[in-house]
């Protein structure tokens, strides 16, 4: 059991390493998440459009860039890894083990997720805002039974569900938002196209792995079902609440990617010539042929992996034939409509629902709390409730400081640090965050974020009350 935690690790970046949720800006990974009624001007779409309505200061904004990263997973750990390393599993009740499927619970997650906004395409003004954003995906579930099958062996008679899902997905997301005032509230939409890049995964429908123990030998069949989209089309939209600053509180409500879905394999805006370049220059794809390689197969073809063991017993594990004791086969298929074109399949863009307060305690000092549920628990969004809080400090007026935390029972948690250089027309912001821990042994992965924007070169104040002065 000592070498347990490497042998985890080691299937992780055999699995995933070269993939890069959701957009995120550095404001609101620096205060954990908790930006409902704070999201301002291009920061607004994709948290709560209504916001567009109660921009800051000077309401024109250019975004020249914004580049955010980040990996999470809900096991691996400095912590983990090196505390598990040549203990004792079964002692203390097996506390070891034990403390394993806690953290798993129904597999090992891995998530990775890349957002960069086009160059000089994203800007707000007054009440509206037009962006466009890159937006990369990557989901691995590595399935319990893997560790149940280490921990615990082959129960005889109790098969072993052993099934990956893994999924990939690069997305061109292309917005126009607008707000809408009332009396003490405003409400907001954002409609976007989703112009898909590619996207390839294992098809759960199509796809099974089962590994069952009977007295005298055992029997393993899996059979993955590894498709692709090479571009595609899809419309999603955010309906937002904002109300007016009452007393220094203000409370704000969204609905994120709301009908979203993306139909691969479909003309997209950039066009197959450019999804075909950038699969190919994808690592962990498949090369052309149906073997493992830099390069993906062609548009029309999926790959199907199958593993037979059929009836295999202690002698046949101890003769060192496994090419006959275990039989493997990798090759591609058509996957082709009525028609001969390939075959298009839809897939959900990942949304979720946020409801936030905040308050302006003084000029100086900002509170702010949200409440955020995912729709699926699937492409870096989880359903499980989320409650965050943020604190920004504004007493260096150039330099806002900004820290939050996000809880989500104990499979969810990330702390996250940020500051900004708002001078002139000039607003920069960077933020960083530990992920399912609170420091560099226990954190669970990391997030990185940066973006600048240009305003007017009048500067970008807040407008301060009489009484505040």
């Known amino acids: 059991m000592k070498n347990f935690s490497k042998i985890i690790f080691f299937v992780i970046l055999l699995s995933c390493f070269g993939f890069s949720q959701i957009k995120r800006s550095p404001v609101m990974l620096g205060m954990g998440g908790a930006y409902t009624t704070q999201a301002d001007g291009i920061y607004a779409v994709g948290v709560n459009p209504a916001n567009l309505n109660y921009q800051h200061g000077k309401p024109f904004m250019w975004q020249i860039g914004t580049l955010n990263f980040g990996l999470i997973n809900n096991f691996l750990s400095l912590e983990n890894t090196l505390g598990l390393s040549g203990e004792n599993l079964e002692t203390n009740n097996q506390r070891g083990k034990n403390k394993i499927y806690d953290q798993i619970r129904d597999g090992l997650r891995f ?6 906004s ?12 037009v962006t466009n954003d890159i937006i990369e995906i990557s989901d691995l579930n590595m399935p319990r039974g893997i560790f149940q099958f280490i921990l615990e062996g082959n129960e005889v008679g109790v098969p072993i569900d052993l099934e990956f899902q893994r999924e990939s997905m690069v997305v061109s997301e292309h917005s126009f938002s607008f707000a809408v005032p009332l009396e003490n509230f405003s409400w907001g939409v954002t409609m ?16 099974f ?8 030998n055992f029997n393993l069949q899996a059979k993955y079902f590894y498709r692709q989209g090479i571009g595609g089309n899809g419309f999603a939209f955010d309906f937002g609440l904002a109300t007016k600053e009452l007393n220094g509180f203000r409370i704000g409500a969204s609905i994120i990617n709301a009908f979203g879905s993306i ?7 950039f066009g197959e010539e450019f999804s075909q370049t950038l699969a190919k220059l994808t690592p962990g794809i498949l090369e052309h042929g149906g073997s493992w390689g830099p390069y993906i197969f062609e548009k029309n073809q999926a790959l199907v992996h199958e593993i037979i063991a059929d009836s295999v017993t202690l002698l046949d594990l101890t003769s060192g034939k496994w090419d006959e004791t275990f039989i493997e086969k990798k090759y591609t298929i058509s996957d082709l409509d009525d028609n001969g074109n390939a075959r298009t399949f839809k897939v959900r863009y990942p949304g979720h629902f946020r409801l936030g307060i905040s308050k302006q305690i003084d000029k100086d000092l ?3 709390s949200d409440l955020i549920a995912g729709f699926t628990n699937r492409l870096g969004m989880y359903q499980n409730w989320q409650l965050s809080a943020g604190i920004q400090f504004n007493r260096l007026k150039s330099i806002p400081l900004r820290v939050g935390y996000m809880y989500g029972g104990k499979y969810i948690k990330e702390l996250g640090f940020g500051a900004g250089f708002h001078a002139g027309p000039v607003i920069y912001d960077f933020a960083f965050s530990f992920r399912n821990g609170v420091w560099v042994h226990n954190m669970k992965g990391i997030s990185i974020s940066l973006g600048i924007a240009l305003t007017s070169f009048k500067s970008r104040k807040d407008k301060v009350k009489d009484s505040e002065k």
Do not use: C, R
């Open 366 to 368: 900002l509170i702010s």
């Open 209 to 216: 792995a089962v590994f069952n123990t009977d007295p005298t």
């Open 263 to 269: 139909n691969w394999n479909e003309p997209s805006l």
């Open 111 to 116: 998530n990775q997720h890349a957002h960069i």
């Open 118 to 129: 086009i160059p000089m395409l994203s800007f707000s003004s007054g009440n509206m805002a």
């Open 192 to 207: 976007k196209y989703l112009g898909g890049i590619i996207y390839s995964g294992t098809d759960p429908d199509s796809s």
